[in-house]
């Protein structure tokens, strides 16, 4: 399993300088192969939903995660995005999702 860094984030540490170089990093990467995690809160936040929604359709969001640091100040809230995307996706790409995560982990 190899993490890359790819700093996609406009206008953060020294990472891309638009919300469509940003968008443009994604496509290449996707169009490489390369399977992209979204963390959970992009989807609960009433600022990204459609966002996140929208590159969950187009298939750019491959895997669920979370930057959870405890339970508390910044919990995992997993259920909550998964219970958006059930209900805007549908089970079946929830289901795609969890078996991608599975297969990457060897369960």
């Known amino acids: ?30 169009e490489q192969g390369v399977l992209m995690q979204s963390n959970a809160g992009f989807f609960l936040s009433l600022r990204t939903r459609r966002k996140a929604l929208k590159l969950l359709r187009d298939g750019r ?3 669920l995660g979370s930057d959870a ?9 997993m259920a909550e995005a998964a219970r958006i995307i059930r209900r805007r996706g549908g089970q079946s790409v929830l289901d795609e999702i969890d078996a991608r995560g ?5 369960c």
């Open 1 to 30: 399993m190899i993490d890359f860094h790819s700093h996609i984030l406009p206008a953060v540490d020294d990472g891309s300088r638009s919300p469509g170089m940003s968008l443009d990093m994604i496509r290449s990467l996707s």
């Open 61 to 63: 969001i491959h895997l």
């Open 69 to 77: 640091h405890n339970m508390n100040e910044r919990a995992p809230h």
């Open 102 to 106: 599975r297969a990457l982990l060897g």
